[in-house]
């Protein structure tokens, strides 16, 4: 039977201050799928993940069974690293999981670790998150003093180290091979791959990276079964999705829900439609680095698969009627990304919601690669001459073709996180963008940057 | 005076690395640490913690300038980070920011003795927008109006980040 609203996978314990303590959560049968893992062959634990359809819940949706199979076969050193420096604009779950529930995600790591053969593992948590540094510690330090972790975990024989990594604040450090270095002490410059972090990762040694949703997911893979997990999703990817939405909804929040259920439902019938009865303009699906829908598109469902390939999603051009090419041929349409879903209303100015997005590429960018470093500032510098009526002819071309030139030519896929939503707002929302323009030359006699002020907020 | 490490921080450090096969992976932790114990880091508290993990000077300062969370001039006792990204910049983010430049007579960047204001990207808070975090508390789903009542409860009861460390 799928999932349905009231399905509830890692979301259980929301709002239930007792269950981050270790006695709750093994009262409530926490701790058993554990138990049960150790029993079995690490191969057939990656096994059951592999038929569960779990995939990725950080952002590329890869299928982590796949990935876990990856490692190199009896490689001495892996480790398995959680990414919890959740970071992408719009994206507000693994925090709130970690808050509630994080000994579901101890269980997971740890079984996971078992599977993999790793036994120095670490979660890297974003340093910004202080209460949840707090939190994840006390329960790393509950889960040592009762044998899950450690030398002989409940008597196994495994051994699992688990250590809580706090990073110093830098969104490119969510990207994990700059996790790894980050990790390693350095500063968070992404790495070239291949070699994949699963072949040469942290120290120089295998290493699995997973999200803190994908993680948390394990345990009920492990009880259940992976078939039942499969069964509970739709086609290729199994489970529930955690979204996270805000913005212009009578009700943000972070829900778990059916990967079926569709943009609208979700907003109508989840989020208690939109604010000040105001209709939809457009949605960004899973986080600010992908492509915009507008108001025609929301009867997509959530899911991975569907928001990559279904056909009611327009493709994004680079110009009018030229179709941006991922490679082969394929068409980019959006990604489920993070989950981050922020959705905005017909009054919003579109100009100054993608000014600040590739402001904030541009303050995150590593500086490594030349196109990512100065092609998001240029994005960032002439969307803001758009926002205060200073817009040139020629404007739109000129963001869309920097757009191009940063995308597949980078060393790790920030270029792209800016480069996509760049393109997908002039796509979706060319008309505002020419508005914005027309209105800039018919007042060009006396440029207002107060304007500006009034709309994204503060002028530079 | 040359800075040095606590007794308490050495011990801390000390068990940090245990954790990992060198010295090297402690340096945020460290840093983290040589903040809290010497607000800021200047040249020399960067000499310290380069000695203390047997690092070069230059690495330690090459990755104390990468992240936005360690500063190398004083701050105040709270740092408010207020974010503005989109879903916070949707729901009137930039006028709570202007509600606490004013509130603290300070400009985004500026500090004085008990605030540090900085403008920060999104705090996975985004379902509460606009969010404000300092140290350990959360301000959910602010409004410009609440802005002298924030300042006024973190006055009577900070919330350092250094806390945590
Ligand atoms: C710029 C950038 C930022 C990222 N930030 C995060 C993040 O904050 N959290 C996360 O889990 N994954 C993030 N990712 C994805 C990771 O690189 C990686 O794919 C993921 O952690 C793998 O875990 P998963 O397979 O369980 O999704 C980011 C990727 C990029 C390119
Ligand atoms: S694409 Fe940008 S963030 Fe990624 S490595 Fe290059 S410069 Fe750094
Ligand atoms: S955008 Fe402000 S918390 Fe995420």
Known sequence: MPADRNTRLVTRNFGNERARQIGSYEEAGGYQALRKALAMQPADIVAEVKASNLRGRGGAGFPTGVKWGFLPKGAPNVHLVCNADESEPGTCKDRELIYWDPHLLIEGMVMSAYALGAVHNYIYIRGEMMREVVVLERAVAEAYERGYLGANVLGSGFRCELTVHRGAGAYICGEETALLNSLEGKRGWPRLKPPFPAVKGLFGEPTIVNNVETLMNVPFIIADGGPRFAELGVGRSGGTRIVCVSGHVNKPGVYELPMTITFRQLIDEVCGGMWKGRAVKGVIPGGSSMPPLDADELDVPVEFDALMTDVRIKPVEVGRGTFFDMGGGKQLRTMAGSGGIVVFDEQTDVVALCWRIMAFYHHESCGQCTPCREGTGWLEKICKRMVDGQGRAGDIDLLASIAVGIAGNTICPLGEAAAWPMLGFLTKFRGDFEARLRRAQESHARPAPGAAAAVAGRPQ | ?165
């Open chain 2, 1 to 165: 005076m040359t800075p040095q490490f606590s007794a308490q921080a050495k011990q801390k450090l000390d068990a940090l690395r245990q954790r990992y096969p060198s010295s090297q992976p402690v340096v945020l932790a460290a840093l983290h640490l040589a903040q809290k114990e010497h607000g800021d880091l200047r040249d020399d508290v960067l000499r310290l913690v380069a000695e203390t993990l047997e690092l070069s000077y230059a690495h330690v300062y090459g990755v104390a300038t990468f992240y936005t969370m360690f500063r190398r001039t004083a701050g105040g006792t709270n740092t408010l980070r207020v974010c503005t990204n989109i879903s916070c910049m949707l729901r009137g983010a930039y006028d709570v920011l202007g509600a606490f430049e004013k509130q603290l007579g300070l400009r985004v960047g500026q500090a004085n003795a008990d605030f540090t204001l900085v403008e920060e990207e999104c705090i996975a808070a985004c379902a509460n927008a606009p969010a404000v975090v300092c140290g350990t508390r959360y301000f959910l789903d602010v409004t410009p109006e609440q802005v002298a009542g924030i300042v006024a409860e973190l006055k009577a009861e900070p919330h350092p980040e250094s806390e945590v460390v």
